[in-house]
C-alpha cells in the first residue's frame, strides 16, 4: 500500500530503538535499571482519583463534552495561574483545554504557521516538536542550548535572516533534557526579541512544578508583555503523575489561544468531561501532593549527583525538571556511551544526541527510580572505572 507523503516526512522516533533494546535485555531476565524514559514512577494522588470515580458516575459527563472544554476546568487553570504565579487570566478567551500538551505542542505550528514558514527550537530540545514541524511542512531553525549560557538560547547569535523569518519560538524551561531553568529577565528579553521580530512565543511549562534549591520556576507569562506575544502550555501529567489522563492547557495571548480551539474543533471533541472536572480539582485543592513529589524528585536529585561526583565524574546539578544532563566520559559519543552501560552495567540512558546536534556529548538520566536505585546504578558505573 501507499501512503501520504506527509506520513514518509515524519520524523524518525529515536527513542523507539532503545525501548527496543530495553524490552530485549528484560526479556533475558536481566535487572535493568531503566533512567531512559520521562515517565513519572508514582500513582495520582487519591484525592484526583476519587474526583474522577465521582465524576464517572455523573450522565452528563457521558455526552459529547463542549467542544472548547468544559468551564469548570477553564476556570480552574485560570484561578491556578492566578494563585501560583498572579497571572490573570480570562477563562473564557485565554485558555484551551488539551488532551496532553503534546498535542498543543505538534498542532500549534498548523494553527499559526503556513506551509515554509520558519519556526525556531531549541537543541537539544523535547523531540516531539519535530513532529509538528512535519506535519505542518514548516521550515526548522535551531537555537544551540550551551552549558555556558545556562542552557538558555543567544538570541543575538542568530543571523538577521533567521530573526526575519522566524515566526514562532519554542521555549521550555525547567528544560527537558538539559535541567536548566530560565530567568525573569531571560523571559522579559524573549518578550522584546518577539516583539521586535514580530515572532510568536510559546512556552512548554511541562516542568513548571519541578524547582530545586528554593528556587520556584517561572512562568512565562509572569514577564511583562507576554501575553502580546505568546502562551503557555501547561500539563497536568508531570505536576499531579496525571500523565496518562492525556490531560492539559494553552494559556495566554487569546488570538493564539483561539488559532488553537479553532483548529481543534475541527480534530478533536474534547476530553472526556469527568477528566476534565478531576483536573479541575487537582488544580484548585491542596498542593500538598505536587510539594511532596518535588522534594522526592530533589531528594533523588541529590542522591544521583552526590554519587556521581564521588566516583570523580564532573557533573553539574540540574536546577528543575526530573532529568540530569550528564558529560559522558572523554573517547564516548553519546551513542557508544549508551550502549556501554546498557551492555555493562544494565543500565538505560537516553542518548544526547537524540534531543539534536548539541546533545552530543551528554546522557539524560530520568530521576524516575527510588534513590536506591539511583545508588545502585552509580555503583555499577563505577565498577567499569571510566572516571
Ligand atoms: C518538554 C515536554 N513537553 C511536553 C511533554 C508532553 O506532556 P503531555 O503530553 O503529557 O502533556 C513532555 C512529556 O514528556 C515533555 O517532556
Known amino acids: 500500500m501507499?501512503?501520504?507523503?506527509?506520513?514518509?516526512?515524519?520524523?524518525?522516533?529515536?527513542?523507539?530503538?532503545?525501548?527496543?533494546?530495553?524490552?530485549?535485555?528484560?526479556?533475558?531476565?536481566?535487572?535493568?535499571?531503566?533512567?531512559?524514559?520521562?515517565?513519572?514512577?508514582?500513582?495520582?494522588?487519591?484525592?484526583?482519583?476519587?474526583?474522577?470515580?465521582?465524576?464517572?458516575?455523573?450522565?452528563?459527563?457521558?455526552?459529547?463534552?463542549?467542544?472548547?472544554?468544559?468551564?469548570?476546568?477553564?476556570?480552574?487553570?485560570?484561578?491556578?495561574?492566578?494563585?501560583?504565579?498572579?497571572?490573570?487570566?480570562?477563562?473564557?478567551?485565554?485558555?484551551a483545554v488539551l488532551g496532553g500538551t503534546k498535542i498543543g505542542l505538534v498542532e500549534l505550528p498548523l494553527a499559526v504557521l503556513s506551509a515554509g514558514d520558519t519556526i525556531l527550537l531549541p537543541d537539544p530540545g523535547y523531540p516531539d516538536y519535530l513532529s509538528g514541524v512535519a506535519l505542518a511542512d514548516v521550515h526548522l531553525e535551531t537555537m544551540p542550548l550551551l552549558a555556558e549560557n545556562d542552557f538558555l538560547p543567544n538570541y543575538s547569535a542568530l543571523t538577521e535572516d533567521v530573526k526575519e523569518r522566524a515566526k514562532l519560538l519554542y521555549l521550555n524551561y525547567p528544560n527537558n533534557p538539559t535541567g536548566g531553568t530560565a530567568t525573569l529577565e531571560f523571559f522579559e528579553e524573549t518578550v522584546r526579541f518577539a516583539k521586535e521580530h514580530q515572532i510568536i512565543v510559546a512556552h512548554d511549562f511541562a516542568y513548571g512544578a519541578i524547582g530545586f534549591d528554593g528556587q520556584k520556576?517561572?512562568?512565562?507569562?509572569?514577564?511583562?508583555?507576554?501575553?502580546?506575544?505568546?502562551?503557555?502550555?501547561?500539563?497536568?501529567?508531570?505536576?499531579?503523575?496525571?500523565?496518562?489522563w492525556r490531560i492539559g492547557f494553552a494559556v495566554g495571548n487569546a488570538q493564539i489561544i483561539e488559532a488553537i480551539n479553532l483548529i481543534q474543533d475541527h480534530l478533536f471533541c474534547s476530553q472526556f468531561p469527568a477528566v476534565q472536572q478531576a483536573a479541575a480539582v487537582a488544580l484548585t485543592s491542596s498542593q500538598q501532593c505536587t510539594e511532596e513529589l518535588r522534594e522526592t524528585y530533589e531528594r533523588r536529585r541529590n542522591v544521583l549527583i552526590e554519587e556521581a561526583k564521588r566516583i570523580g565524574w564532573q557533573v553539574t546539578a540540574p536546577k528543575g525538571s526530573f532529568f540530569a544532563w550528564l558529560p559522558v566520559p572523554i573517547g564516548y559519543t553519546?551513542?557508544?556511551?549508551?550502549?556501554?552501560?546498557?551492555?555493562?552495567?544494565?543500565?538505560?540512558?537516553?542518548?544526547g544526541n537524540g534531543f539534536g546536534q548539541h546533545g552530543e556529548g551528554y546522557i539524560r538520566v530520568g530521576l524516575l527510580v527510588s534513590e536506591e536505585r539511583l545508588r545502585e546504578a552509580i555503583q555499577r558505573i563505577e565498577k567499569l572505572q571510566l572516571f
Open 2 to 95: 501507499k501512503f501520504s507523503k506527509k506520513l514518509q516526512q515524519l520524523p524518525p522516533q529515536f527513542f523507539a530503538t532503545l525501548v527496543q533494546k530495553v524490552n530485549a535485555a528484560l526479556a533475558e531476565g536481566r535487572d535493568i535499571i531503566n533512567l531512559g524514559q520521562g515517565n513519572p514512577d508514582q500513582p495520582t494522588p487519591s484525592h484526583i482519583v476519587t474526583a474522577l470515580q465521582e465524576a464517572a458516575t455523573n450522565p452528563q459527563h457521558h455526552k459529547y463534552p463542549p467542544f472548547r472544554g468544559i468551564p469548570e476546568l477553564r476556570q480552574a487553570a485560570a484561578d491556578f495561574y492566578k494563585r501560583e504565579y498572579n497571572v490573570e487570566i480570562d477563562p473564557q478567551t485565554e485558555v
Open 334 to 351: 553519546s551513542e557508544q556511551f549508551t550502549a556501554l552501560l546498557l551492555e555493562k552495567a544494565d543500565i538505560a540512558v537516553a542518548s
Open 217 to 244: 520556576p517561572v512562568s512565562f507569562l509572569q514577564a511583562e508583555g507576554a501575553k502580546d506575544v505568546g502562551i503557555e502550555m501547561y500539563t497536568l501529567s508531570k505536576t499531579y503523575n496525571m500523565a496518562g
